[in-house]
């Protein structure tokens, strides 16, 4: 079960806290699509919150489009893009009604010859698959504010699926979609609201993945002495905003830290200098590691990095 942590002397509105916690809970699969979120009941018995603010939170993540509440049931966590469902419901059926006759026909024909369902599969998918990589474009779309993001799910997308995939800013997504006859959106579940809202009247399909639930670095917080200077570098703004809230929610004035953007090597010498422990992206750690190395005559004792080695997570 997922321990939510509130510090009650924090800067921060604890209930802003709570909704960063269980976003990134959402967003890591800590929590996956269909998981009945705790009881405002329960949450209240562990937080400390009041029943009503938790309330509140909980309206915020049905604002957002992460939950939905089934009335006399509970909170529940939404399934989006292509985890919605079963395909008799799917949209492409409305349009092609006899997609799933001619799917079960050609399926029924392979079984005949004596091909096993396994077998099948393998063949449906590897043809699928080859298709997609030879006519179809993979997008990846994170709003202009946080582009950062987005170049971090397309580098490790296309190490993954080793296809090109192309950056679209959330803004430009509607107009780039017109343009590309055939293709998938690929987003954080963190912006998967606004993706579907552009992709879905254009009948294109939008794919959140999960991102990594950080379990090691969370450990390596929790473990760091008191007054610990901590510093973190990161090609997204957004997602070192949401570093800082978690890790203050963890441990509140526990630890110093400081963060940077890669693009901002004044930060970057700075936290060199400072920092006992570095946490970077791995777009960061090359930069990191060269601004470790021509500081090292004015270092007392180099910093331990630690590097993240995705954003996506790996399932």
Known sequence: MVQFQIQADSEIPASNQLFNQIRFAIASRQFPPGH?????RQL??????????????????????????????GIYVRAQGNEGG???????????????????????????????????????????????RCSARVLVTAPTQDIGIGELMT??????????????PMEQLAQVIDQVPSGTVVTSRYFIGEAEAIAAPRSVRVIPVDIYDYAKEIQLVNSLPKDTYFGIVSLSSGLLRAVE???????????????????????????VR??????????????????????????????????????????
């Open 245 to 271: 809230v978690i890790i203050h929610s963890l441990r509140g004035q526990d630890l110093l830290v400081m963060t940077a953007q890669l693009s901002d090597p004044y930060k970057i010498n700075a936290i």
């Open 44 to 73: 209240a018995m562990q937080t400390g919150l009041h029943r009503n603010t938790i309330s509140k939170v909980y309206r915020q993540l049905e604002e957002t489009g992460l939950v939905e509440a089934q009335a006399g049931s």
């Open 36 to 40: 009945r979120l705790p009881s405002t």
């Open 86 to 132: 079963s395909t008799r419901k799917s949209p492409i059926l409305e349009q092609y009604p006899e997609a799933d006759k001619i799917v079960q026909h050609s399926l029924d024909q392979l079984l005949g010859q004596g091909c096993t369902l396994s077998q099948a599969r393998e063949l449906f998918l590897g043809e699928i698959d080859w298709r997609l």
């Open 155 to 168: 580098q490790e997308l296309e190490q993954a699926l080793r296809i090109p995939v192309q950056l679209v």
């Open 274 to 315: 400072s920092a006992r422990t570095i946490a970077c992206d791995q777009a960061s750690i090359a930069t990191v590691k060269a601004a470790v190395n021509a500081a090292r005559e004015d270092i007392i004792r180099p910093p331990q990095l630690i590097c993240c080695e995705n954003y996506i997570g790996s399932q």
